[in-house]
């Protein structure tokens, strides 16, 4: 306890050197309970190896990224990045609360166009009235000339595609067949359908003392009692229903379809629905909490997973995502994602890391 009692004392402005000693053993545990549970930030303690990954160790696609930046001047800061850490491409996909309109965004990157992948949305304008799915289809043909690759985010988090711009999708999930147009032309203009489902399970289970993401739960929990939001099993049925429907259409799941928690599970999905991906965007928490099962999972389906962040555009987020990938480092802290987990990396072989950072995406957006 004596490491933990002392960083504790630090966290509540009490010097860790000095005065220690002049404090009794009942005064150190009464500062420990008084700390507060959001408050509590650990430091690792071990001296182990430490690795600063400045690079990707290859050529990387970022497959799951946003409209972050503000202005011209972002945009360039944001390619400079790019360049510093390895990544040759970034994703910017399109939903309703981060960016501009997609022909506004597409004319702010335009002039690093090389750099960029552009996703766009449904249009849900007049969704379910007579003609509307024959202008959806238009719509989504329009934008594809303009550019997009495929279509996303699509984020349903039990009450629809929510994000959906310029109309949120509310109510309409991924298996309502009158989006099958939409669905179907998507896999003959081979654009890929990349969508987040649910959350990760922490935000569905009690927010209480045995809930072991506890904090992050409780930032993201879903409030499943809301009219008309469907469940986690739910969710994770409605997808399935689209897997099985669409066989001709590549659906990327995001975030591990939010299922880090069970990747065995995932695994059965990848191995029954050729059409489905999985990126890694936004979830380091959540898979360096099991290094060694998460690095299983991604040595067998290699082939079909792929690189995101969907966490902004610091030189440092992208630098931690690759220390977890390409490094064997143990015991490290990141509050950033909100658990008060410590993260381990995953070290994966050369040959796997070459497909989740380029190959698999290269294959299915046709780069080169």
Known sequence: ??????????????????????????????????????????????????????????????????????????????????????????????????????????????????????????????????????????????????????????????????????????????????????????????????????????????????????MNGADWAVDTSAEGCRGYEELMATFERALAAYPGTTFIACHYLNMNQDLERLGRLLDRYPNLYVDIAGRAGESAATPRATRRFLVRYADRVLFGTDNGTDPGMYRMVFRILETDDEHFYNPDYGYHWAYSGFRLPDDVLRKIYYGNAARLLHLD
Request: hydrophobic share 40%.
């Open 1 to 214: 306890m004596k490491p933990v009692c002392l960083m504790t004392i630090a966290l509540l402005g009490i010097p860790a050197a000095g005065s220690v000693s002049a404090q009794s053993l009942e005064e150190r545990k009464a500062a420990v309970q008084e700390l507060r549970l959001k408050d509590y930030e650990p430091r690792s303690v071990f001296r182990i190896p430490r690795t600063d990954v400045r690079r990707a160790k290859f050529p990387v696609v970022d497959m799951h990224s946003h409209d972050y930046a503000a202005d011209d001047a972002g945009v360039a800061a944001w390619v400079r990045t790019l360049d510093s850490c390895n990544i040759r491409y970034s994703s910017v996909m399109h939903c309703e609360w981060i960016g501009a309109p997609f022909e506004e965004y597409i004319r702010k990157y335009r002039p690093y166009g090389d750099r960029f992948l552009f996703w766009c949305c449904f249009d849900y304008t007049g969704f379910g009235e007579p003609g509307w799915a024959e202008r959806a289809v238009r719509e989504l043909e329009r934008c594809h000339a303009l550019g997009a690759r495929g279509v996303g985010e699509m984020v349903d988090k039990g009450l629809g595609d929510t994000y959906a711009r310029p109309v949120p999708g509310r109510g309409i999930h991924l298996d309502d067949p009158r989006l099958r147009p939409l669905i179907e032309r998507c896999g003959e203009l081979e654009m890929p359908v990349s969508i987040h489902i649910a959350e990760p399970i922490w935000m569905y289970e009690p927010l209480d003392r045995h809930n072991d993401g506890l």
